[in-house]
């Protein structure tokens, strides 16, 4: 079985939730409120709208050093955190 394939929106909450992703040539990171691109030659820090809007095409993973982790899906966690707003 390959790796679910993730749409940008998709892996925004899973780094929200404390998940590292993985990008064609970057691994992505939530890094004190902002996603972290970290390539081989190159450092972004992005917002999340920039984020979103610079990586629209784009498809990502769950990156593997989240394997040893015990999944949390985003989707509920979003819905928890609304509901106690």
């Known amino acids: 079985m390959g790796k679910k394939l993730l749409t940008p929106k998709q892996a925004l909450n899973y780094l929200l939730s404390g998940y590292a992703v993985e990008g064609e040539k970057r691994t992505f990171r ?9 390539g081989e ?10 984020f979103l809007e610079i990586f629209k095409e784009s498809t990502f993973t769950l ?3 989240n394997a040893n ?3 949390v899906d985003p989707k509920k966690d979003e819905e928890y955190y609304s509901f106690r707003q």
Do not use: I, M, P, T
């Open 63 to 65: 990156s593997e050093e």
């Open 30 to 38: 939530l890094f004190e409120g902002k996603v972290q691109a970290l």
């Open 69 to 71: 982790e015990e999944l």
């Open 41 to 50: 030659q190159d450092r972004l820090l992005l917002n999340r709208y920039q």
